[in-house]
């Protein structure tokens, strides 16, 4: 009896030893010995396969720096960081299979077919993020803005697993700063700055008639 596991890892195998998905289920359970039912028990097609892979590196990148005793001493920005990093350093043992995976998509601040499973796991764990942020006062709490804050966070992790790919500099470097300046522009943003205090200060000025007409 087949599990989840087996198909996987027979998936990454062939994919790349040929370069290519198994012309049809039918071929690929015969490699493996296995019936079709056994193999749609666990994945409904072989892109299914792929999105569950990035689901799972996903979900265990969150999982392993929350559990970091110095994870609840981080700012927002910092947690944000160490996700990426580590998210990083995760990707490079399967390097082969993400490469192969993300080869045929060429924006690079639009995310893959094969994220999409991803998208809200990352959305949720961004949010949590951001709403400690505000509730610290780290962030600036913008009235129809700061539910927005996680959609620039997913263009953030679509540039730079995009940008991963490709990088061909020794140990990452250039992904290392790509993560460093990105995440650090984008938390700049999110936080309160000399418009915010404008804003506010019109805001103050327009409550107590000053700028009314007379």
Request: no cysteine; proline share 2%.
């Amino acid at each position: 009896m087949a599990n989840a596991q087996q198909i996987k890892n027979g998936y990454i195998d062939y994919v790349l030893t040929h370069d290519e998905q198994p012309k049809s289920v039918y071929s690929f359970v015969k490699k493996l010995k296995i019936s079709e039912a056994e193999f749609y028990e666990y994945y409904a097609s072989f892109d299914s396969i792929e999105k569950t892979i990035w689901v799972e590196l996903t979900a265990e990148t969150i999982d392993t720096i929350q559990q970091q005793q110095i994870w609840s001493e981080y700012s927002s920005r910092d947690r944000m960081l160490s996700f990426f990093y580590s998210y990083v350093e995760l990707l490079k043992k399967q390097r082969s299979f993400v490469i192969y995976s993300l080869k045929k998509h060429t924006t690079r601040f639009a995310a893959p077919e094969a994220l999409t499973g991803v998208k809200p796991i990352f959305e949720n764990f961004a949010e949590g993020l951001i709403n400690e942020g505000v509730e610290s006062g780290e962030l600036a709490d913008r009235k129809f803005l700061t539910k927005r804050y996680k959609d620039a966070l997913w263009i953030q992790f679509a540039f730079i697993v995009n940008f991963w790919v490709n990088d061909d500099s020794a140990g990452f470097e250039k992904t290392d700063e790509a993560i460093e300046k990105g995440i650090n522009v984008t938390f700049d943003l999110f936080q309160r700055s000399p418009l915010d205090n404008l804003f506010e200060y019109g805001k103050f000025l327009s409550r107590n008639g000053i700028l009314q007409k007379k």
